[in-house]
């Protein structure tokens, strides 16, 4: 995917995707954190409540117990009373859950029952009956006491349950929030990254299989596929380019004088308003620098710069020299310049008879245009033909809104022409491999996405 504007849509998306992720992430944390703080909370004071009970207990039996000085005692214990009261109430308030309500109720209740037996207790007490008292405390009080400790604590384990639900709901939520973003990257990675296209075989016949003793099964190249005879299967020559350009005969006829010979160049509009206007062309001062450059080549480390030169007079995104090697003459590049080395190597090589922009080129000694689209630019292939044969063929990716004028078309001509003066049909052993970007340069396409 080349579009700019696309791939900064796609990252602004995965940013806001990561950014939604990590505020809901850290709302849910804030809830556990705040369920967690509640949870202690409630636990501390139904153990100080329950300690409480076991103080008050002590205290009435002390005060009905001989040799104890029962106002001392009896002045304990209502003071220990009017702190459990209030404790209980404030449970009975804090409890999330329902279970553990009625069970402070329950408690509640048995404490208020508790207390009543108290008073009764300390009334015998003060006239003197402690026969009665502890008649009282031990009959009636203790096992009100007993029920408010337990239903204390079947509050407490009621609380603990509802905090282990809410912390896996919230938990729950957390996993969902991520990955749901965990989605959105990677969709959005699978849309930037390119992948490799799959490889489709298929038998070469007609021109590119003569001589041969059967049918070569060809890969299936990466790139721009070229129309195919349906019925031979058999890859159809590059069509010739038209020279002319739309809108050039218009534009000379409004330079001429009218009719009348008046020479106005106002008249009636007779073109579309819509119709695109060809761009400026090349400087033809850099291109004949260029050549004169290429002229003066003495070592072939020279190259790598002059490559560079030329994708900046054509206004192009990247240059690949393509040349063969071995018996089959299978292409692979040679000189680069504006791709990264992964992009380079993941290219691999290509068949001459492949149906691709490139091998036709080099098979049909012919120049090839691919024209731009809407999510890609365009690319011009031309082949290095020299005094022995085609050595290759230079492929330029032209930038985005550049188009493969008759201008471009001739200068790639000229600058290949030039470079095949340099190299010789199987000669792709000592070349020297460009497979690193110019220093400064500009980084090309992935190669998934590479068209020719």
Partial sequence: MKSRGVRVLLLVLAVAALAAAGAGVWQIEQRLAAARAAAGAFEQDARQAVVGLGDWRAAQQAYVAEGQPPELWVTKAAAIAQDIGPRLAALRAAAGSAEAQGALEAAIEAFTSAVQSDAKARDYVRS????????????????????????LDTARGQEQVAFAVAVEGLRRWEIIVLGAAAGVLLLVVLLLVPLPRGAEAGPVTGEENAGAGEDAVLPRPRGLSLSQDLDDGVVRRAKPVEDGWPGMAREADREEPDARGTGDALGPIDFPLDERVPARGPDLDAVADLCASLAR???????????ERTARTLDATGVIVWMPEGPQGTLRPVLAHGYAPLALSRMGIIHPAADNATATAYRTKSVVVVPAEVLSSGAVVAPLIGSEGCSGAMAIELRE?????PQVRAIATIVAAQLATMFTPGSA????????????????PDPASDRF
């Fill in 297 to 307: 080549v003495q070592d072939t480390r020279e190259l790598q710069g002059l490559l």
């Fill in 429 to 444: 052993q000592s070349a020297p491999v460009g497979a690193s970007p110019a220093a400064g340069g500009p980084v090309g």
């Fill in 401 to 405: 809104g550049v188009e493969a004028t």
């Fill in 128 to 151: 003197g009956q402690r026969l009665s008292a502890s008649d009282v405390i031990f009959v009636g009080t203790a096992p009100a006491l007993d029920r408010a400790v337990i239903g």
